[in-house]
């Protein structure tokens, strides 16, 4: 098991944003966290990555409770791509990107040659070879998310926390994200857990469902099984219908009211 | 949108080492060249041979050069050249580690009240006339000035979640603004003797002896070696806290250590020298937009830029112009126009540039 989260709670002085949360992720598997806005999704991705203490409660890292890891040793194993990017400087992408590599250089040397074959193959991936060399900050919205995200994905970390990866992107550029996100966990087991606004592209790429309302865990488990229209009407309250589309091969949703 | 044109790329891509030895040759080559100039002229090769004879210690290396060159060469002029290129490159690290931590352009070595703390010291040393340890005690009221503002502005701007850059700003200005009121009234009070005030407040190199060019060096050093130590974790937080963190940096802890670290720096330099302006906003600036951001860069040649600008700026002053000018009077008035310009065609060329 690679996270292990046991009756976790959090608060911002008197509002609860996390309550008494159970978590149980595998590696290999790809998590989608849905609910409605204010649900405490990015509270809880700030817990899992360490940048938050849980007030209560344990949350363990590969059996390990995750306050004893390193900053260094836990950006070797978490990749996050957060919902906000300042780039407060005119780095160009390449040197962006070299920075996730930072985690696994020695202080004082260089980047090795292997380093940039990664940084510009990772690049590529997220189809930016085309502005490695432009600068971050005059770069658009979109082309700057994908910079991030190659980013992330340059750490070669075995879990990679994703909060909200398609907010700024092209629905073109959202599929061939998270395409990218499902080869890891196809390819090398590596445990993905994304905060997903779109319910649909959540049902077509993850295996798992984890439906958040008011803090807590309202529902989890298999995509398809998981996610029913009671539960939809309860977390998100509307009103939906789950029909099949075998183009995509998975379940999708339509919302009536 | 435009690409970066291809010598500005060079430039940003062109081996560290290169460039610092490039910018280490230059600096020697001015020290050199600035021991000559002055009120005795001394020739380029005469200084090269004291020099020599002075590091080395074969004395008849300089025989047959008058002694009244060497004695100004050696005990007058290099510890005030020696004095320039450190403040200089001290006041430059410490305006490019500030301007990285805050993630403010307008950020220089005085934002969190350095300058102000100091002057205020420094004024009630001059006011009372404290002479108790001879001529250190103007800068050690200075410093200890600088030291307790620096840990007020702390106090004042540090909450639950560490170190905001805007709290500190702003805890900088208001502690800033109350200290200069203060300053203000001991002027009011110091009647006749307002104009040492004055004149120690403008800055000087002039008169530094090799005991002032030693505690800089020895600030100076190990300081920029820690700013180079944390350069990784430097470029990491501009990416924001959360970035950062995630990334292996200690996003609560670096700010204030780095702070505390680079303010020291800049406490010392002005209980030396006096407050010199714009060296410190003026040179990061230009590093960056030739070299890149990269702080693994930026404050090495950050370092060697602003030694040799002070060391260039004070030497035009000693011995170029007629008169001698306050160092801070000069770099203000060379430094902010030429700044303007800078700015000025940036906001023409890309919008949108970061800084």
Redesign the interface.
């Known amino acids: 098991m690679v996270f292990k989260i046991t009756d976790i709670c959090y608060s911002y002085g008197s509002r609860q944003a996390i309550r008494d949360l159970d978590l149980a992720l595998e590696a290999g598997r790809f998590y989608a966290v849905i609910g409605p806005n204010g649900c405490g999704k990015t509270t809880l991705m ?1 817990l899992m ?3 938050k203490r849980p007030d209560s409660g344990e949350l363990a890292l590969h059996g390990r409770d995750l306050a004893s890891y390193s ?2 040793e ?3 194993r ?3 791509v ?1 919902q ?9 992408a390449r ?2 990107v070299m ?2 590599r ?2 696994h250089m020695p ?1 004082f040397s260089a980047p090795s040659g292997q380093d940039f074959a990664l940084v510009d193959a990772t690049l590529a991936s997220c189809r930016a070879a085309g502005f490695v ?3 971050v ?2 770069l658009s919205g979109g082309e700057k998310q994908r910079v991030v995200f190659a980013r992330a994905m340059a ?1 070669q970390t075995p879990v990679l ?1 994703l909060d909200e990866p398609c907010a700024n992107l092209d629905i073109k550029h959202a599929l061939l994200l998270l395409e990218l996100a499902a080869d890891r966990v196809r390819q090398h087991r590596a445990t993905v857990v994304a905060v997903m606004h779109d319910i649909n592209l959540a049902l077509r790429y993850a295996d798992e469902l984890i439906l958040m309302k008011d803090g807590r865990k309202a529902a989890a488990g298999p995509a398809e099984k998981s996610l029913k229209p009671e539960i939809i009407k309860h977390v998100f309250e509307v009103d939906a219908r789950i029909s099949r589309e075998p183009a995509v091969n998975a379940a999708q949703v339509t919302f009536v009211r | ?1 435009s ?2 044109n291809p010598t500005w ?1 060079t430039l ?1 891509s062109c081996p560290l080492w290169r460039q610092l030895i490039l910018l280490a040759a230059v600096l020697c080559l001015m020290v050199t060249a600035a021991a000559g100039m002055g009120h005795v002229q001394v020739g380029f090769f005469e200084v090269c041979r004291l020099l020599t004879s002075a590091i080395t210690g074969f004395s008849d290396l300089a025989e047959g050069i008058a002694p009244i060159s060497k004695a100004a060469v050696i005990e007058v002029r290099m510890p005030r050249i020696l004095s320039a290129a450190l403040v200089g490159g001290t006041l430059a690290v410490a305006g490019a580690v500030y301007q ?1 931590i805050l ?1 403010n352009p307008l950020a220089d070595p005085y934002t969190l009240g350095v300058s102000s703390g100091a002057a205020f010291g420094a004024s009630i040393a001059l006011l009372l006339n404290v002479s108790m340890l001879g001529g250190f005690s103007v800068p050690l009221f200075a410093f200890v000035g600088a030291a307790a503002t620096l840990m007020v502005v702390m106090y004042l701007a540090a909450s639950a979640g560490g170190y905001c850059s805007s709290n500190l700003i702003l805890s900088g200005i208001i502690v800033a603004a109350i200290l200069s009121a203060g300053i203000s009234f001991l002027k009011y009070m110091a009647d006749e003797r307002v104009s040492v005030l004055v004149f120690w407040l403008m800055g000087s190199l002039a008169s530094k002896t090799w005991a002032d060019a030693g505690l800089l060096a020895a600030v100076a050093g190990p300081g920029t070696l820690v700013c180079v ?1 944390f350069c ?1 974790d430097l ?2 937080m ?3 806290t ?2 950062a ?6 996003a609560h802890r670096l700010p204030p250590t780095l702070l505390v670290c680079v303010s020291l720096m800049a406490a010392v330099c002005v209980s030396i020298t006096g407050i010199i302006g714009f060296v410190g906003l003026l040179v990061p600036h230009l590093v ?1 937009s030739v070299c ?3 702080h693994g860069r930026l404050i090495p040649v950050s370092f060697f830029s602003g030694a040799i600008l002070l060391l260039v700026a004070d030497t035009v002053t000693r011995a170029v112009l007629p008169h001698e000018l306050p160092i801070g009077v000069l770099t203000a008035l060379l430094g902010g126009p030429f700044f303007c310009y800078v700015f000025r065609r940036r906001q023409m060329g ?1 919008m ?4």
Do not use: W
Not at chain 1, 84 to 92: G, L, M, R, S
């Open positions: 700030d990555c360490g940048h900053k260094r836990l950006a070797r978490i990749a996050v957060p906000e990017y300042p780039v407060n400087f005119p780095y160009t040197e962006m920075m996730g930072y985690p202080r060399d432009r600068l900050t005059e750490q926390l | 949108m690409t970066p790329q940003r990285g993630l130590f990784r470029n990491l501009s990416l924001g959360r970035t963190a995630s990334m292996g940096v200690s960056r890149g951001p990269d890309a949108g540039h970061g800084f």
